[in-house]
């Protein structure tokens, strides 16, 4: 019986899944170690863990770039994807200033990750709100794992930015089923979420008027 084309890419997508509270697991001296044979480690190693599975199953045809968001979309899809992406980057942005917690680039792997999950389980279910709703539960029960590893409270500011990243994140690609526009989103919200950016933008307005 042949294999059908979601198993692969489903697989990768588990184990991409228990990657992140995998690691955690680990000694503090596995990694001590790791980092003073290879000094690159540290830095590399989240982007790997995080981008590198997606990548590997793109590139071997494990995941469809279509079910991923890179190709199928028309120019009115992208114009209306990019206001949605906007809008939504800069409610995340204000809610994690209001928060009082600042968004890292880091986190950038996180949408290629959920991404890589929602493009998995979407062949399987064969309906994307579906496939929307397993990659955020996926997402939700790895972020609450990884916090009681650190032994951090799942439901503080940390946890609540994570359900608005999360869940902005899943309404985007419901709406705009655009990888890149994801990059978009959370781009606009680290912008948006910078203290002084209302006084910035009030400031150039009024310099506008006066030009």
Known sequence: MAVTPFVPGLILALAAWILPPALRLFPPRFFSAAAARAPWLP???PWICNIGPAYLGLLLGWISTRDYGITGHTPAEWILGAAAAILLGILLGRISNRLKYGLGW???GDEARWTLYRAAAWPLVAHLPLAVAAA??????E???VRKLEGGPVFDSIGLLFLAHAGC???LFLLTHN???AMLFYLTA???SQPDI??????TAARIRKQ
């Open 43 to 45: 830095a590399w190693a």
């Open 106 to 108: 880091g986190v950038v």
């Open 136 to 141: 955020l539960t996926a997402a939700g029960a």
């Open 143 to 145: 972020f609450a794992f």
């Open 169 to 171: 994140s899943a309404v």
């Open 179 to 181: 990888f890149f526009l």
């Open 190 to 192: 680290v912008v948006a």
């Open 198 to 203: 209302c006084s910035r933008v009030a400031g």
